[in-house]
T-cell receptor, first 115, second 112 residues
Framework: GAGVSQSPSNKVTEKGKDVELRCDPI?????LYWYRQSLGQGLEFLIY????????KSGLPSDRFSAERTGGSVSTLTIQRTQQEDSAVYLC?????????????FGSGTQLSVL | SQQGEEDPQALSIQEGENATMNCSYK?????LQWYRQNSGRGLVHLIL?????REKHSGRLRVTLDTSKKSSSLLITASRAADTASYFC????????????FGSGTQLTVLP
């Protein structure tokens, strides 16, 4: 596709439920990032994938959060047993990768609301 | 943790005026990037400056980098109402880290 695609654009769930957020990066981009943004705040790094290397999971806030990237393309971020503090916009970005990240392309995000 | 911190947090100017936003960071960097965000959703890359560069221009944008002070500034000249958005700096730390660390952003409002 022309850009990074995220789905769903909005997700409302009940506390305790599991949710899956999807990201379809730009074709040919080897690097994929997940960030979280709470209302009026900056971006909080969650996880980074680069090609076939082991992902950098250092930003995941708890073991309820996990992500995978199948076939080096589509990625899914899973949040188990959601809590109200998980409510935020979850942003995915991709880039060509390389030695040092340059020019990330962002999707429009998934607004997650946990009631 | 936040690597970059923008200043001011909010800025309101008249159309046609220049807007200056500042970013300070804590550790050595490979490069520093500025992004723009409309309506709290996807970010758009504006400009990148490398650690060995001091100034860069792109259209109405001018970015400076002072590695001795660990700071950068973004200048938007002849601002337009359409420039209203949040602006974030993002840094890539020196070394093996591959992640961009974003600041908390400056909310710019350009009044027509």
């Amino acid at each position: 596709g022309a850009g990074v695609s995220q789905s769903p654009s909005n997700k409302v769930t009940e506390k305790g439920k599991d949710v899956e957020l999807r990201c379809d990066p730009i074709s040919g981009h080897t690097a994929l990032y997940w960030y979280r943004q709470s209302l009026g705040q900056g971006l909080e790094f969650l996880i980074y994938f680069q090609g076939n290397s082991a992902p950098d999971k250092s930003g995941l806030p708890s073991d309820r959060f996990s992500a995978e990237r199948t076939g080096g393309s589509v990625s899914t971020l899973t949040i188990q047993r959601t809590q109200q503090e998980d409510s935020a916009v979850y942003l995915c970005a991709s880039s060509f990768g390389g030695q040092s990240p340059e020019k990330l392309f962002f999707g429009s995000g998934t607004q997650l609301s946990v009631l | 943790s936040q690597q970059g911190e923008e200043d001011p947090q909010a800025l309101s100017i008249q159309e046609g005026e220049n807007a200056t936003m500042n970013c300070s960071y804590k550790t050595s960097i490979n490069n520093l990037q500025w992004y723009r965000q409309n309506s709290g959703r996807g970010l758009v890359h504006l400009i990148l400056i490398r650690s060995n560069e001091r100034e860069k221009h792109s259209g109405r944008l001018r970015v400076t980098l002072d590695t001795s002070k660990k700071s950068s500034s973004l200048l938007i000249t002849a601002s337009r109402a359409a420039d209203t958005a949040s602006y974030f700096c993002a840094t890539v730390p020196s070394g093996s880290a591959r992640q961009l660390t974003f600041g908390s952003g400056t909310q710019l409002t350009v009044l027509p």
